[in-house]
């Protein structure tokens, strides 16, 4: 084997793993779609073709092990700050459930585009049916908004934070 080849391998590596990073910290707009989890996945690929090649270190464990508290407390903490936001309207679980719901469905049928839209219009039509009031439907939905813009931040931070681990872990 050349002895440039090992190389060429390792630079492919890194580049599909940052790029998998990446698709995962983009992907973090939509709410449904779990990019902290496939920029773990990434990371976790990365790390077990290291530890092949025997090259993974005590530093490399334990920054494997911090990226993968940052995406466990990311999931928590995405959950935790959309529901809350939503339940201080007094939002129903049934509402919540078929919201996400809606965006799941549209986004696996159709696009995450649509689902991004559908969410939002599923909880203002539940909420709609439900209270049999527009302006409180639509407060119900800007609730949700709300919520889920502080939960992207959140994951933002964490999925940037997650990619400077990684860059650290592979680079230096």
Known sequence: ????????????????????????????????????????????????IQNAADKMTGWDWFAFALITILMIVGNIADNIIIARKMRDQ????????????AGIVASIFFTPIIG?????????????????????AIKSTKAYMVGWGWAFGARFIIGVAITGLWMLWAWI
């Open 1 to 48: 084997m050349p002895t440039w080849f090992p190389f060429l391998l390792q630079i492919a590596l890194e580049t599909f793993t940052l790029f998998v990073l990446l698709v995962g910290l983009f992907g973090l707009i939509m709410p449904v779609f779990p990019g902290l989890v496939i920029m773990w996945l990434g990371t976790l690929v990365y790390a077990l």
């Open 90 to 101: 007094y939002i129903p679980w049934s509402s919540i459930l078929l919201a996400f719901a």
């Open 116 to 136: 991004l839209i559908a969410a939002p219009l599923g909880l203002f039509l539940a909420e709609l049916r439900r209270l049999k009031n527009r302006d409180e």
